[in-house]
């Protein structure tokens, strides 16, 4: 019984976990604590020795890291919506970490990987929320729609995330903190099938990770 009814109590939790976008500023801190408990009850179960010790004490451990990250994902989103004001910029809080979606057709002129001077404030606006919190990883991947090769989609998708993380880091955002790749056309997030379906697919996303 000591052994499994911590798992039980691990497997239950994991169970009612589903990626969570909300607008309510307790939600995504409380995705981190389940998040945070999940990892530190599955640490203690590998352990040999009195394992729902283990597993509780693992699990305390682990929410309160959880709870912490989600809080502070939760006040950066909030900073950033409130100092981008930008609708066309998509700002999803999942629990774990912050997806900053701009469109590219807002980003860069047809066939071209230079910034539009218009979008280089809303980029200059998110290197200075990196800056504020600066205990994060960011990943800067480019996508595509199927128009075209695969091949030259991929340079393009590839160019376009460079240009992206080019101008975070001249707005001092460390380099070392940023990985900037293309996916070309192998991630889609709708139909490419139709203009609009096409529109969503050619996209970069900011993908912002606490560390731990």
Known sequence: FLITAPLAAVVFLSGCMEPMVS????ANAKQGAIAGALIGGLAG???????????AVG?????AIGGAI???LDRQAADLRNDLGNDQVKIVNTGSELIVTLPQDILFAVDSAVVVPSLQADLRTLAYNLRDYPNTTVQVVGHTDNTGSATYNQELSTRRASAVST???ANGVDSGRIQAYGRGEDAPVATNLNAEGRAQNRRVEIIITPMT
Not at 23 to 26: F, G, K, L, T, V
Not at 59 to 63: F, M, N, S
């Open 59 to 63: 699990a305390a451990i682990g929410g």
């Open 45 to 55: 179960l590998s352990s040999n020795d009195d394992k729902l010790v283990k597993t």
């Open 167 to 169: 101008i975070l880091t």
């Open 70 to 72: 989600g809080q502070q």
């Open 23 to 26: 607008d309510n500023p307790n």
